[in-house]
């Protein structure tokens, strides 16, 4: 009795220690102006009711954005089943738009994703070292053609193109994207919004910060 005496209240210090140390690990904070920014007014959210949601915003000829792939990946695989995820193509000049036009027509070719068609293009460019499709200013019969066989050269048909390329869809997609580059005020991509008001991305991260953890953190700030 009298060791437990002497033992009891070492053993309750030394458990009182360890789950300090403990909550500090899983309760890390980031902080406004290093790890995020703050986008003032937050943009338009597309998730459902009640769900949190996560933008990525990229470009197909961005190598930062291919590196970053796998990063993403790994957050699919693990993000809360509240969290609905969101890619939209960055806008950011007349060519990027012209290649926002082609991560949608893929959307719309492969839209559960099961071909794999948005990893093909990425690996097209930067594995293959395949040349995105050109963008001709005031040359849209030519740029259309361009789109066309490059997805052609994916195994997709004339017709299946023409229809999402014509698509109402299309159209409406883009606008999306084109407001929220705007008013999201991005100047570079990567870059990630979370629930319209956060904006982080790999750039602002320092150190030992994880992006995917900084993104489940951003979650549980208020809207």
């Known amino acids: 009795m009298r060791i437990m005496k ?3 209240p070492v053993l309750t ?26 986008i003032d007014p ?24 291919f590196h970053l ?5 790994e957050y699919l695989k693990t993000k809360p089943a509240n969290v609905f995820f969101n890619r939209v193509p960055g806008t950011l000049g007349e060519t990027w738009d012209y290649h926002a036009k082609l991560y949608y027509i893929g959307y719309i070719l492969d839209r559960d994703g099961a071909k794999g068609l948005h990893d093909k293009i990425f690996n097209a ?15 849209t019969a030519k740029n259309d053609d361009n789109l066309r066989r490059f997805f052609e050269s994916f195994g997709y ?5 023409n229809k999402a ?26 870059s990630i919004i979370v629930n319209g008001k956060y904006l982080t991305g790999p750039s602002k991260m320092t150190g030992t910060d994880k992006l995917n953890d900084v993104i489940n953190y951003l979650t549980t700030l208020p809207r």
């Not at 937050?42 to 954005?65: D, M, N, R, S």
């Not at 460019?125 to 040359?139: I, S, T, Y």
């Not at 390329?165 to 990567?190: C, Q």
């Open 125 to 139: 460019v930067h594995v293959q070292r395949r040349p995105l499709p050109r963008f001709e200013r005031g040359n």
């Open 69 to 73: 792939e796998p990063t993403i990946k």
């Open 165 to 190: 390329m014509s698509s109402m869809e299309l159209s409406t997609l883009l606008s999306y994207a084109r407001d929220i580059n705007t008013k999201s005020g991005i100047d570079s991509v990567p």
């Open 6 to 8: 002497v033992f009891l």
């Open 42 to 65: 937050p943009v338009a959210l597309k998730a459902p009711t009640g769900q949190h949601e996560v933008t990525e915003i990229f470009w197909y000829g961005c190598p930062h954005c």
């Open 157 to 161: 048909t004339t017709d299946d193109i």
């Open 13 to 38: 210090a030394v458990l009182f220690t360890l789950v300090g140390c403990m909550s500090e690990v899983t309760q890390a904070e980031y902080t406004e102006g290093k790890q995020y920014s703050i």
